[in-house]
């Protein structure tokens, strides 16, 4: 059974402080079509720029996860992506009217709710999926994090906390599947240290927060006067320490409350990546620069499967579409100038060509003769005669056009080309032809390997 890509049926809003700035913040989440993906727009500003959920946006991580696009910030959006994930919605608009989400009570238990207000409507288009085949390892370095990820017919994480601490040590938490997430792993709020409170105070930030939306854990001997200024703060009538070693400004949902928070965090920014994601992820001492590293570590191998996913396929016991005398018939050049075997594949937006390269081509008597070498402008030249022909397979006389190059832009040579190679070039319409002239993205391979690439623009002209 193929998934459907998941969007909210209704507009839904959530109000509330914003961690840092203290001021009221409005956020509404609003339905998105298909392939749109999860995008923010701050409506509090002139410039309507819609910022997506994208690693490479991911401008700060020092207290949350914050994205700039245009110059526009958005702060501490990991809680919300978790919650669009964990709901399973694909396609969503966050609105928003200040730099930072509405912190609520630390954990992304309220937004989960109004997305399930809103109904979650199911879209006709398939969800892609990036599926793990093969282990994934990551270590950061600079913050002792480690993260596996491992083949899973499903999305699971593992997470796995160690402060080092008499009152928040060793924790471990799982979310089996994404449909616990509601129940198990959104109600979990972050948490804080006392002396980190501490400087966030002494630093003027966190002027929206107060006892009731963070876990307290303290891990010194605190004076009865310095709970009674915490108490004046957060305008408390008193706050004190409990045996376990947190304030009592909160009960724990759970004993692992702290590791399902840094869960519910690796969830929201491993959104990031842009994916969803089929696998098993395994997290030891995460953290969101941590988290925003392994999520671009993903959208390598996302970029590397997409790639591999465009290689042509060259089946040399199948017939081709064009053979070298079909060739001869559409193109004017001759030996030693021809330099396109046979067309396996073709659309009206690209073209498949292969080019065999033996000892024998003119071009290795000179070239290098002591290490031969296929000249690059000749691989341009080959990669321009395949693209010709997509051209001028559409025309009804070819024989009385020809086509000449333009412009040839972002040329890049990868690998060497050499005798025994089997050269396989695709030649793609960057955009329609238009009055004779065609915009086209080619690339070369040798086997699995990109040997070149370029974007070649020609103009289809009436000789005859």
């Known amino acids: 059974m193929i998934d459907k890509q998941k969007t909210i049926k209704t507009p839904v809003a959530v109000s509330g402080a914003g961690l840092h700035t203290g001021q009221t913040v409005n956020l509404t989440f609003k339905p998105s079509e298909e392939n749109s993906g999860i995008r923010f727009l701050r409506t509090d500003i002139e410039?309507?720029?819609?910022?997506?959920?994208?690693?490479?946006?991911?401008?700060?991580?020092?207290?949350?996860?914050?994205?700039?696009?245009?110059?526009?910030?958005?702060?501490?959006?990991?809680?919300?992506?978790?919650?669009?994930?964990?709901?399973?919605?694909?396609?969503?608009?966050?609105?928003?009217?200040?730099?930072?989400?509405?912190i609520m009570d630390g954990s992304s238990k309220f937004y989960a709710e109004a997305l399930e207000k809103a109904g979650i409507a199911q879209q006709e288009a398939p969800r892609e999926y990036f599926e793990v085949k093969e282990?994934?390892?990551?270590?950061?370095?600079?913050k002792d994090c480690e993260f596996i990820a491992v083949a899973a017919d499903n999305y699971r994480i593992s997470s796995m906390i160690d402060f080092q601490s008499k009152v928040l040590g060793s924790q471990f938490a799982v979310m089996d599947k994404l449909s616990d997430f509601k129940s198990q792993i959104a109600p979990c709020r972050t948490f804080v240290f006392l002396h980190e409170l501490e400087y966030l105070l002494n630093q003027n930030l966190i002027k929206g927060g107060d006892l009731s939306n963070a876990i307290v854990y303290v891990d010194r001997?605190?004076?009865?006067?310095?709970?009674d200024r915490l108490a004046d703060l957060f305008n408390k009538p008193s706050v004190e320490v409990r045996s376990e070693g947190i304030l009592n400004n909160l009960e724990p949902y759970f004993e692992n409350e702290a590791a399902r928070h840094k869960l519910l965090d690796i969830v929201g920014d491993l959104t990031l990546a842009g994916k969803r994601i089929k696998g098993q992820i395994i997290a030891k001492k995460p953290g969101h620069a941590s988290n925003v590293k392994f999520a671009k570590e993903i959208q390598k191998y996302i970029k590397k499967r997409i790639a591999e996913q465009q290689i042509p396929v060259h089946d040399p016991d199948k017939k081709p579409l064009y053979d070298i005398n079909?060739?001869?018939?559409?193109?004017?050049?001759?030996?030693?100038?021809?330099?396109?075997?046979?067309?396996?594949?073709?659309?009206?937006?690209?073209?498949?060509?292969?080019?065999?390269?033996?000892m024998n081509e003119a071009f290795f008597a000179g070239h290098f003769p002591g290490e031969p070498v296929m000249p690059g402008v000749l691989q341009v030249e080959a990669m321009a005669q395949t693209g010709g022909i997509l051209i001028?397979?559409?025309?009804?006389?070819?024989?009385?056009?020809?086509?000449?190059?333009?412009?040839?832009?972002?040329?890049?040579?990868?690998?060497?080309?050499?005798?025994?190679?089997?050269l396989i070039l695709k030649c793609s319409l960057i955009s329609p032809v238009r009055r004779g002239i065609c915009h086209m993205r080619c690339v070369g391979y040798v086997g699995t390997k990109i040997v070149m690439e370029a974007e070649l623009m020609a103009q289809v002209v009436k000789t005859k």
């Open 326 to 358: 079909d060739i001869k018939a559409l193109l004017p050049h001759r030996y030693p100038f021809l330099l396109v075997d046979k067309i396996i594949e073709m659309s009206e937006s690209h073209v498949v060509g292969v080019k065999n390269l033996t």
């Open 221 to 227: 001997p605190v004076k009865q006067e310095e709970l």
């Open 47 to 102: 410039e309507q720029v819609f910022i997506e959920a994208d690693a490479n946006y991911v401008v700060d991580t020092s207290r949350g996860t914050t994205l700039e696009k245009d110059g526009i910030k958005l702060h501490t959006v990991e809680h919300v992506l978790a919650a669009v994930t964990g709901m399973d919605i694909d396609n969503i608009i966050i609105e928003v009217d200040c730099l930072e989400m509405p």
């Open 392 to 422: 001028l397979s559409s025309v009804e006389d070819p024989e009385n056009y020809s086509t000449y190059f333009l412009k040839i832009d972002n040329v890049k040579f990868k690998h060497k080309v050499i005798p025994g190679d089997t």
């Open 135 to 142: 282990t994934i390892r990551f270590y950061d370095e600079e």
